[in-house]
């Protein structure tokens, strides 16, 4: 889920890419800041990676938690 961390209300329409071992996807968030990435991989594949771009914030950078689980991740808005 993705939030503004000073309103906590969610952002809609990030575009969310995910980068495992040469894959890549892109998604994005809904109204509610919530989005769905699944790729599957066996055992020896490396955490996925995630950038986070949405117009008016810094991008992010993150890494899949080690337990599967919803991540809330708090986007900073550009100052102007």
Same mark, same amino acid.
């Given at each position: 889920?993705?939030?503004?961390? %000073?309103?906590?209300?969610? &952002?809609? !329409?990030?575009?969310?890419?995910?980068?495992? =071992?040469?894959?890549? *996807?892109?998604?994005?968030?809904?109204?509610?800041? %919530?989005?769905?990435?699944? &790729?599957? !991989?066996?055992?020896?594949?490396?955490?996925? =990676?995630?950038?986070? *771009?949405?117009?008016?914030?810094?991008?992010?950078?993150?890494?899949?938690?080690?337990?599967?689980?919803?991540?809330?991740?708090?986007?900073?808005?550009?100052?102007?």
């Amino acid at each position: 889920m993705l939030l503004n961390p %000073y309103t906590r209300q969610p &952002i809609e !329409g990030a575009q969310v890419e995910v980068i495992n =071992q040469g894959y890549e *996807r892109i998604f994005q968030s809904d109204s509610t800041g %919530y989005f769905e990435a699944f &790729i599957q !991989g066996g055992s020896r594949c490396p955490r996925i =990676q995630v950038h986070i *771009r949405a117009r008016g914030y810094l991008d992010v950078y993150a890494t899949e938690p080690q337990q599967r689980d919803t991540v809330t991740l708090l986007l900073t808005p550009i100052s102007k």
